[in-house]
């Protein structure tokens, strides 16, 4: 039988990438509920999930999560929420046994990351009895990112590292009035940089252990800050670049790894109406080999969480670790350090590390 999930939350994401994406692999999974603070959110995103569940019912309130958390049936539960909600939701449906795939960013700063770890820890704290705890981060799961890692020890020894990131958050885009994000710590870097900082990561295969950053507020329709040039050195010695630009009037994302062998290139773009990346091998004979990956990081995650939730039974199972709460932390705190940096006038931070 199918696990049986619940989605907390009623907003563009679960509307637009959740219930899509698990309509594409509904014969793994099976939703049951889906719950929202008001009672109007909660009906309109069941509708939308109707077209794929048609069981699926709708519940809201302190009653509706209740209802969810005492249902011995739901194996597992998405929350997706207000970033300022998410953590103390999560731990509360963690404590009550359910395992939990929450949206990124893991949390909202260093603090917030080691008092939900010390709380966490202490549910069963004798694994594997412990609940799964993932953070939604899909560029960890995106194949060209799964594929160019696997290259990277062609390029040679690293040289240098650049991430340009020329956003495209205006009054177009729809997440553009989200409240939260403006209320939150850092806005729109923290929410969309993680991502960011996950396709680094992944890529190099290598932590950032500092950084030196210069940040500020140019677009005033945008929280601050709105845009972030940092350097940063990794683990292995080598040094790079990490430029943000919230709002950009023509948007650009690549990461590029220079090596002594050759260059790896992870180009956001689109090939035959298809959005994804472009991921291009340069080597040393000068040749170069280019790759079209379509997004499909979403349904990959989501599909790694409902395996690890059918396994988790079993003693031996082993969480997919791409998916894990630490994961999530290392990016949110590379972030932080890059902000607090910036706002010592590009003093040099050590990256805290988890």
């Not at 040679?156 to 958050?169: D, K, P, R």
């Not at 923290?190 to 210069?214: K, N, P, W």
């Not at 040039?229 to 650009?252: A, H, I, T, Y």
């Not at 773009?269 to 990956?293: C, E, I, P």
Request: aromatic share 8%; proline share 4%.
């Amino acid at each position: 039988m199918a696990p049986r999930i619940a989605i907390l939350g009623a907003g563009i994401f679960v509307k637009t990438q959740y219930i899509p994406r698990l309509a594409e692999i509904s014969d793994l999974v099976y939703l049951k509920f889906i719950w929202s603070r008001s009672e109007e959110s909660a009906k309109s995103a069941a509708e939308v999930a109707r077209k794929h569940f048609a069981d699926v019912e709708c519940v809201w309130g302190d009653n509706g999560l209740e209802q969810i958390i005492k249902d011995d049936s739901i194996l597992g539960v998405a929350v997706v929420l207000a970033g300022q909600a998410q953590v103390d939701t999560s731990l509360k449906l963690l404590k009550a046994g359910k395992h939990v795939i929450q949206e990124k960013p893991a949390a909202a700063n260093i603090s917030e990351i080691e008092n939900a770890l010390s709380r966490y820890n202490s549910i069963c704290p004798d694994s594997p009895g412990q609940p799964i705890w993932a953070v939604a981060e899909n560029y960890r799961f995106e194949p060209a990112f799964v594929e160019c890692k696997k290259l990277i020890a062609e390029i040679g020894n690293m040289m240098s590292v650049q991430v340009i990131v020329e956003g495209s958050m205006n009054s177009s885009n729809p997440y553009f009035s989200s409240s939260w994000r403006r209320n939150f710590t850092g806005g729109f870097i923290l929410d969309m940089g993680v991502h960011f900082i996950a396709g680094l990561r992944m890529l190099t295969g290598c932590e950032v252990v500092s950084v030196s950053a210069i940040t500020s507020h140019v677009d005033k329709t945008l929280p601050p800050p709105d845009n972030i040039s940092s350097n940063f050195q990794l683990e292995n010695g080598c040094s790079g670049v990490f430029v943000m630009v919230v709002s950009s009037r023509s948007p650009k994302i690549f990461w590029r790894v220079v090596g002594t062998k050759g260059t790896l290139q992870v180009e956001r773009g689109n090939q035959d109406v298809r959005h994804g990346y472009l991921a291009t091998q340069y080597g040393a004979d000068g040749q170069s080999k280019s790759m079209f990956y379509p997004f499909s990081g979403v349904t990959e995650e989501l599909k790694a969480f409902i395996h690890d939730i059918s396994e988790a039974k079993g003693i031996s199972h082993v969480p997919e670790p791409r998916s894990s709460f630490l994961e999530g932390a290392r990016d949110v705190a590379l972030l932080e350090a890059m902000l607090e940096s910036g706002s010592k006038q590009g003093a040099l931070v050590h990256v805290k590390k988890f």
